[in-house]
């Protein structure tokens, strides 16, 4: 003796730009947003790529930075490169992985660039050569721009 149970759910079925409904009636299609313009600098890539790295090797995914070399068929001195960004304080870490898109011409900021940074091994020194890297090419963007 079961009580009896309505489901009532639309069915899109697509033609061109409007859908139409189970009912007969139309609904106009979502439109999704354009992309952002622009490429997201390397730099920010690498470091992303640095913390999926350290995720790998932490959860036993991968067991050294050997084992990654293999996989990405690059040298482990490069993965140690790019590991090594992870030595950086942990905003300025958060300040590469949201540096602006590069709308033309190359990457204002470079992991070459943050080498000298990664040297480093006092945060707040590191603090202080990212602002001077930062503002300086910050000033080259802006003058580039006239």
Not at 37 to 42: E, K, M, S
Request: glycine residues 4%; charged residues 30%; proline residues 5%.
């Amino acid at each position: 003796m079961s009580d009896g149970l309505t489901v009532e759910f639309s069915v899109h079925r697509h033609r061109g730009k409007r859908c139409e409904l189970r009912d007969g009636s139309t609904a106009e299609e979502p439109t999704t947003p354009a992309p952002p313009l622009g490429n997201v600098p390397r730099v920010s890539r690498l470091m992303a790529l640095a913390i999926r790295f350290e995720e790998l090797i932490r959860f036993g995914e991968v067991v050294d930075y050997a084992d990654i070399a293999r996989l990405g068929h690059v040298t482990r001195a490069r993965v140690t490169q790019i590991m090594n960004m992870l030595l950086l304080a942990p905003d300025i870490q958060e300040e590469i992985l949201f540096l602006p898109r590069t709308v033309s011409g190359r990457d204002p900021i470079t992991e070459r660039d943050i080498r000298a940074i990664v040297a480093e091994m006092d945060w707040n020194k590191q603090r202080r050569a990212w602002r001077s890297l930062s503002n300086a090419t910050s000033l080259n963007i802006l003058f580039e721009d006239q």
